[in-house]
C-alpha cells in the first residue's frame, strides 16, 4: 500500500505498483527519503500532517511522520509561511534537545523531499487522556492526582531548560502503554524563554480553555502558563467537560464546582484548593513545578518522608593542610558585551594532585579564603529572584576540582568499594574518558565523595553553593566570569541563542572534553559556565533570606527534596549559564546535562 501524500486527496490508499494516485493523480513517493513509509493519518493541525509511519531500515518499526503543511491563507502570506517554518523547525530542535527526558518522544529525522518538510519521531503506543476519559469516562481523584504528579515532574524537567511547552491539553498526553507513564507530545508551539526573545509569535498562541489568557492575548507564556494549562486539563479529566465551557468570562469565574456538585463528584479540599491555585491569576498561581509537586506529594504522601542523605562522615587521616602543592600557569580572558577581547593575561595558582592509579588525576586547586557579594543585582540581565537578596559572605580556604569530573575519574572511582548505594561506572551519554561524566544523581556524587575520601584519607564532598559561586566568580561581579557577557568560543552552551549583546554561535548538542576550551577563570578553574552543570550539596531554598555568611552548606530550612546545581550545560541558553544562576531537581535524578565538582576542605 502506498499512502498519497497530498493532503486534499480524498482517498490516499493506493496499490503497491501504483506511480500516481487513483483518487487525485498525484504522483506517489513510496519511501520519504527512501526510507520511511507513511501508513495512515493520525492528526492534522493548523500547520500540519501527522502520520503513522514505518521505518523500513529498522524492521520496520512504527514511527510518527509530521508533514509540514500549512493553511492556504499561511502560504499566500510570506512572513506568515517564514514563522510557520521556524515553528516547525523548532519543534524539531525541541524534540532533540529534550530527548533525554523518558517521557517525550526521541527525535529521529528532519528532513525536506520534494520541497516538502518532514520530522519524523518515536511514536508512542498507548492512548490520549482525552481518548481514555471519552472511552473510560471522568477521572477519580487518586488517578488524577497520581496523573497530575507524572506531568508535572516533565514539566519540571523541561521548564529547566527553559521551555515552555505552550499547549498542554489531554490530546497532547500519552499514556504508555508498556509502563503506564505519561508522554508529553506536541512541542508544535513550545517555546525556548530567552530574556531577548519576542514573546508574541504572532501565529498560535494555545488552546482556547486551556491556555491562560496573558498568553492568549498577550502572547506571554511562562512557566506558569504551562501550569495554568494543568489546571483546564485537570478540570477536563475530572469533570469530562471542556475546560471552555467552564469558565464565565463574563464574571471571570469558573464554574467547575458547580459541575462537579451537577455530577454528584466530591473532592479532597486540597485538591481543590491546588486547582485553584493553578487557575489563578498571575500573582497567586503556582509559579513553579516543584511548589505543585510539593502540594502533590503532600496529598498522596499524608507522611512525606524526606530524602536524608548519609553523607559518609570521616575524620580526616590525611589532612590537605600537610600536602605539599605545586604551581600552575593558566590563561584567563574578559570580553566586553560584544563579546569583544578586552583583556588576556596569564596567572599561576597552587594545586595537588590525587593519585587515582593507572597514571590517573584529579588535580584540586587551591582556592584562597575570602569575602565576596553572593547572589545577582536586580540590574543584571535575566536574573532571577532565586538569586536574591545579594548578602556579603566570608569563606575559609578550601579546593576546588580544576575541572568537573571526568568519566576515566568517575570509573575509577565507582569501581572503589560501596559505601551506601552501587554506582554504575559507565553512566555518561555523551562517551569519552576525558569529558565529564554526567547522568549522574546527587546521591550517586555524594557517594562518590564517601568512596575517594575513603581511598585518600581526605574529606571529599561537594562544594556549599557559595563556595561554588565564590570560585565561579573568582573576585569578578559580571553575570560570567568571562565579563558582562560570554560567547560559545568561550564556552559549552546553546550558542545559537545570546546573552544581552552578546554575539549568536553554535550549539554543539554534546559535551566536549574536560579543559578543552583552554581558558580558565581567575581562580584558574575550568568549564564553570556550560559543558555539564555541577551539583552542589545544599538543599534548595527558594531565596537568600537568612542564608548563612560563612560560606558553609546551608542546611537549616532547606528543602532536602530538592538539590541544587550551578553553572549551565551544553543544551542551555546562556542566561541560565551565568555565575548567580541556580536550579534544582530531587536528588535521585540523573540527565545527561548534570555532572559535577568536588571540594576538599
Ligand atoms: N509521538 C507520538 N506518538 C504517538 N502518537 C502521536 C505522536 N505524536 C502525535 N501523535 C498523534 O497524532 C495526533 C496529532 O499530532 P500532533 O498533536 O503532534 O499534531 P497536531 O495537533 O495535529 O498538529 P499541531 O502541531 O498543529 O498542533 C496526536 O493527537 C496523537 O494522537
Known amino acids: ?90 519543534e524539531a530542535k525541541r524534540l532533540l534537545q529534550l530527548e533525554d527526558h523518558p517521557q517525550i518522544p526521541n527525535l529521529f529525522a528532519y528532513f525536506e523531499a520534494d520541497k516538502q518538510l518532514y520530522l519524523v519521531q518515536q511514536l508512542i503506543e498507548g492512548r490520549t487522556l482525552l ?94 502558563s504551562d501550569l495554568y494549562a494543568l489546571g483546564a486539563t485537570s478540570l477536563h479529566l475530572l469533570t469530562g467537560t471542556h475546560p471552555f465551557y ?25 485538591l481543590a484548593n491546588i486547582i485553584d491555585k493553578l487557575l489563578a491569576d498571575l500573582p497567586t498561581r503556582y509559579k513553579f513545578a516543584d511548589e505543585l509537586i510539593d502540594d502533590l506529594n503532600s496529598l498522596v504522601l499524608p507522611q512525606k518522608s524526606e530524602f536524608i542523605p548519609q553523607i559518609f562522615s570521616l575524620t580526616p587521616l590525611n589532612p ?85 569530573i571526568s568519566q576515566a575519574q568517575w570509573r575509577a572511582v565507582a569501581n572503589l568499594p560501596e559505601i551506601n548505594c552501587p554506582l554504575n561506572p559507565d553512566p555518561a551519554k555523551f562517551k569519552g574518558d576525558n569529558r565529564p561524566v554526567e547522568s549522574v544523581s546527587w546521591q550517586d556524587a555524594v557517594e562518590f565523595c564517601a568512596r575517594l575520601s575513603r581511598k585518600t584519607g581526605k574529606k571529599y564532598c561537594l562544594p556549599s553553593e557559595a563556595q561554588w559561586e565564590y570560585s565561579c566568580r573568582s573576585g569578578t561581579t559580571t553575570p560570567f566570569h568571562f565579563g558582562e557577557t560570554i560567547t560559545a568560543d568561550l564556552a559549552n552552551y546553546d550558542g545559537t541563542y545570546n546573552y544581552a549583546t552578546g554575539p549568536k554561535g553554535r550549539n554543539r548538542w554534546e559535551t566536549t572534553p574536560i579543559g578543552s576550551f583552554s581558558l580558565a577563570n581567575g581562580f584558574g578553574l575550568y568549564d564553570m559556565h556550560g559543558n555539564v552543570w555541577e551539583w552542589c550539596a545544599d538543599p534548595w531554598h527558594t531565596n537568600y533570606r537568612d542564608a548563612p555568611t560563612d560560606g558553609n552548606v546551608w542546611e537549616k530550612g532547606g528543602n532536602n527534596n530538592y538539590r541544587v546545581f550551578r553553572g549551565g550545560s551544553w543544551h542551555s541558553l546562556p542566561l541560565v549559564c551565568r555565575s548567580a544562576y541556580r536550579y534544582r531537581y530531587p536528588p535521585v535524578y540523573r540527565y545527561n546535562s548534570i555532572g559535577f565538582r568536588v571540594a576538599v576542605v
Not at 605539599?324 to 594532585?353: A, H, M, P
Open 246 to 270: 467552564l469558565y464565565n468570562p463574563r464574571d471571570n469565574c469558573w464554574l467547575w464546582r458547580e459541575q462537579l456538585q451537577v455530577k454528584g463528584i466530591s473532592i479532597n479540599d486540597k
Open 131 to 224: 481518548k481514555e476519559l471519552q472511552e473510560e469516562g471522568c477521572f477519580n481523584q487518586s488517578l488524577l492526582v497520581k496523573d497530575l504528579l507524572d506531568i508535572t515532574q516533565i514539566l519540571q524537567f523541561i521548564h529547566s531548560i527553559p521551555v515552555i511547552h505552550r499547549d498542554l491539553k489531554p490530546e497532547n498526553i500519552i499514556r504508555r502503554h508498556k509502563d503506564g507513564k505519561l508522554v508529553l507530545i506536541d512541542f508544535g508551539i513550545s517555546k525556548q524563554l530567552t530574556g531577548t526573545m519576542d514573546t508574541k509569535f504572532g501565529i498560535t498562541t494555545g488552546t482556547p480553555g486551556y491556555a491562560p489568557q496573558e498568553q492568549m492575548l498577550y502572547g506571554d507564556s511562562s512557566t506558569s
Open 320 to 404: 590537605v593542610s600537610q600536602i605539599k602543592l605545586k604551581q600552575f600557569e593558566f590563561e584567563v580572558v574578559t570580553i566586553d558585551g560584544l563579546g569583544k577581547e578586552i583583556n588576556r593575561y596569564s596567572d599561576t595558582c597552587e594545586y595537588f594532585s590525587e593519585d587515582l592509579g593507572n597514571q590517573l588525576f584529579l588535580e584540586m586547586v587551591y582556592i584562597s579564603g575570602g569575602e565576596f557579594v553572593m547572589g545577582s543585582p536586580s540590574t543584571e540581565k535575566d536574573r532571577d529572584t532565586y538569586e536574591s537578596p545579594q548578602h556579603k559572605v566570608t569563606l575559609a580556604p578550601f579546593f576546588l576540582g580544576k575541572y568537573p
Open 1 to 90: 500500500m502506498i499512502f498519497c501524500l497530498n493532503p486534499e486527496c480524498q482517498n490516499p490508499y493506493n496499490a503497491d505498483i501504483s506511480k500516481f494516485c487513483q483518487s487525485c493523480g498525484a504522483q506517489l513517493t513510496p519511501l520519504l527519503e527512501n526510507r520511511y513509509r507513511v501508513v495512515e493519518l493520525l492528526g492534522r493541525g493548523g500547520f500540519s500532517r501527522t502520520y503513522l509511519g514505518e521505518d523500513t531500515r529498522r524492521l520496520n518499526t512504527k514511527c510518527v511522520i509530521k508533514h509540514f503543511f500549512p493553511s492556504a491563507a499561511t502560504k499566500i502570506n510570506p512572513q506568515l509561511l517564514e514563522k510557520s517554518v521556524s515553528l516547525f523547525y523548532e
